[in-house]
Structures are given as C-alpha cells and as structure tokens.
C-alpha cells in the first residue's frame, strides 16, 4: 500500500455530463486519511473529498512548480492521479467508448 499520510496530490477530474461534454476539476489536495477503499483529501476551499483508493492511478509526481489554470500553485506535490467521472450510466454507456478512445491517445 502507498503512504499517502499528508501528501499532496494533483487531482483532475474529467466529468462527462449527459450530452458529452467535458469539464475539469483539477486542484492540489492534501491526503487527510485513506485505507485500501478510499483516499480522503482536503481541498483548497477547506471541504473534504473523497476518492477512490487504486494504487495504478496514483503516479509520483515531477519535481517541480506546477500552477493551475485558476492561478494555484503548489511546488513538488508528491502525487498525480486522474480519473474521468461520469454524469449517470446513461452517459457511461453513451460516452465510455470515446473516453477511452481519447485516453487512449493521451
């Protein structure tokens, strides 16, 4: 299992509404807890998150400055970790084959 304990993480969620369209909620965030479930991190506007636990989406980060495209930085976060969400199921079924499509070219 990872130690996660105070880390920071680059968050980026890809979120796929029902008509297919994306946006993005990217933020640096400081592991609070986690166990083999669930990684909760603190937010910068000070909520809680919780995130699913898998040790393959998880990536040590770059060394290095990193700035958002909301102006926040954050120098040598410990983490990186994306995942797309999806509105409903509808939009799972309707929308997962291009996701994969475009992850597959990234």
Same mark, same amino acid.
């Given at each position: 299992?990872?130690?996660?304990?105070?880390?920071?993480?680059?968050?980026?969620?890809?979120?796929?509404?029902?008509?297919?369209?994306?946006?993005?909620?990217?933020?640096?965030?400081?592991?609070?807890?986690?166990?083999?479930?669930?990684?909760?991190?603190?937010?910068? /506007?000070?909520?809680?998150?919780?995130?699913?636990?898998?040790?393959?989406?998880?990536?040590?980060?770059?060394?290095?400055?990193?700035?958002?495209?909301?102006?926040?930085?954050?120098?040598?976060? /410990?983490?990186?970790?994306?995942?797309?969400?999806?509105?409903?199921?509808? !939009?799972?079924?309707?929308?997962?084959?291009?996701?994969? !499509?475009?992850?597959?070219?990234?």
């Amino acid at each position: 299992m990872l130690d996660l304990n105070d880390k920071t993480i680059l968050v980026s969620l890809r979120k796929i509404d029902n008509e297919g369209e994306e946006t993005f909620d990217t933020f640096f965030g400081t592991v609070v807890s986690f166990n083999e479930n669930t990684v909760r991190v603190l937010r910068p /506007s000070g909520d809680e998150m919780s995130l699913p636990y898998d040790e393959e989406v998880f990536e040590l980060a770059e060394t290095g400055f990193y700035e958002l495209k909301d102006g926040s930085t954050f120098e040598n976060p /410990s983490f990186t970790a994306r995942w797309t969400v999806f509105a409903s199921k509808e !939009a799972s079924i309707n929308f997962r084959k291009k996701n994969e !499509a475009a992850v597959g070219q990234g």
